[in-house]
């Protein structure tokens, strides 16, 4: 992380919050706290999609929620995060495929398939 002039932040240190008072500040997320959850859920904690689907089912069967979690499943809160407009680093992907080496070790997942792997370069 760096801090509001660029510079590197100690080892451990925490960003510095923005300075937005606007609603808009935070497009095209709700609020703040929309950000920081959906920072919390795919930044932090890297959640898979069927787990955020869960968490937002339990959020909104909560007392008080009426019904309404912050994202309707993983695909509104990842469509939220697409929607992003700042920056100019643009996503790229590319295909690899992963064939079994004879060996039957390892997860199912190295043993063969196709993948592809999307990345923003920084």
């Keep these: 992380p ?3 002039n660029g510079d590197d932040l100690p080892e451990g240190a925490s960003p510095p919050k923005p300075n937005m008072s606007s609603k808009r500040a935070w497009q095209p997320f709700e609020s703040r706290a929309h950000f920081e ?6 930044h932090q904690n890297e ?7 869960e968490l937002m089912h339990i959020w ?3 007392p008080g929620q009426a019904g309404t979690p912050p994202y309707t499943n993983h695909e509104h809160l990842y469509s939220t995060i697409d929607a992003i407009s700042e920056g100019d680093a643009p996503w790229t992907s590319f ?3 992963s064939v079994n080496a ?3 070790g390892g997860p199912s997942w190295k043993h ?3 993948y ?3 990345f923003c370069d920084l």
Excluded: K, R
Excluded at 37 to 42: C, P
Excluded at 47 to 53: K, L, N, R
């Design 37 to 42: 959850l959906a920072d919390f859920i795919f």
């Design 2 to 4: 760096v801090d509001l």
């Design 60 to 62: 909104a069967s909560m």
């Design 112 to 114: 063969s398939g196709t």
């Design 95 to 97: 295909s690899m495929e």
């Design 116 to 118: 592809e792997v999307v």
């Design 47 to 53: 959640m898979p999609g069927a787990q955020i689907d």
């Design 102 to 104: 004879g060996g039957s």
